[in-house]
């Protein structure tokens, strides 16, 4: 099974500023790499797929970056509605899909 | 526009089963893959895997092997998960979603099955 490792587990960042989430896989998932946006009491959103392609309605600030096993998420300038969980999810091996344990992103 | 509606909250003693329906709406029901993914009170996602609803193939993460199946009704757009011999570690709330494009694009709101003695 490939194990993703997300960090940190915590990141306090102040509204307007810049957030960046990483994502490790324990080995190569090519860019075969989705994240996902969860706030409380919710169902995830899928934001990026591919690694760097946005999902349908996802606004610019949200980037995704990296290929084999790196992987970056940035929100490039916090709006109040950001501050929520974020998860990585690799889909190269099929009926293996797993995903990393998340990243919270808190007011700062 | 795609929805995914999930039935209501259970709660069930250990050993039993507890079965979850998923009934689609907005799109062709048999075109796209259903999973399933389940999250614990305060914890990560888990997936525990996926059907075809037009052929009714499906395939499962090996944890659950053996506890789960995952069935649909074509004829009312659903889709079903069942989970035998449950303990209190399955306590969470069991998420179906659709698989658009390469992966999970749409989800259900999520059942929360709870279970105790």
């Known amino acids: 099974e490939i194990v993703m490792t997300q960090s940190p587990a915590t990141l306090s960042v102040s509204p307007g500023e810049r957030a960046t989430l990483s994502c490790r896989a324990s080995?190569?998932?090519?860019?075969?790499l989705a994240w996902y946006q969860q706030k409380p009491g919710q169902a995830p959103r899928l934001l990026i797929y591919?690694?760097?392609t946005r999902a349908t309605g996802i606004p610019a600030r949200f980037s995704g970056s990296g290929s084999g096993t790196e992987f970056t998420l940035t929100i490039s300038s916090l709006q109040s509605e950001d501050f929520a969980v974020y998860y990585c999810q690799q889909y190269n091996n099929w009926l293996t899909w797993t995903f990393g344990q998340g990243t919270k992103v808190e007011i700062k | 526009q795609v929805q995914l509606v999930q039935s209501g909250a259970e709660v069930k003693k250990p050993g039993a089963s507890v079965k979850v329906s998923c009934k689609a709406s907005g799109y062709t029901f048999t075109s796209y893959d259903i999973n399933w993914v389940r999250q614990a009170t305060g914890q990560g996602l888990e997936w525990m895997g996926w059907m075809n609803p037009n052929s009714g193939n499906t395939g499962y993460a090996q944890k659950f092997q053996g506890r789960v199946t995952m069935t649909r009704n074509t004829s009312i757009s659903t889709a079903y998960m069942e989970l035998s011999s449950l303990r209190s570690e399955d306590t969470a709330v069991y998420y179906c979603?659709?698989?658009?494009?390469?992966?999970?694009?749409?989800w259900g709101q999520g059942t929360l099955v709870t279970v105790s003695s």
């Open positions: 080995q190569s998932v090519s860019s075969n």
């Open positions: 591919g690694a760097s």
């Open positions: 979603a659709r698989v658009g494009g390469p992966t999970l694009d749409y």
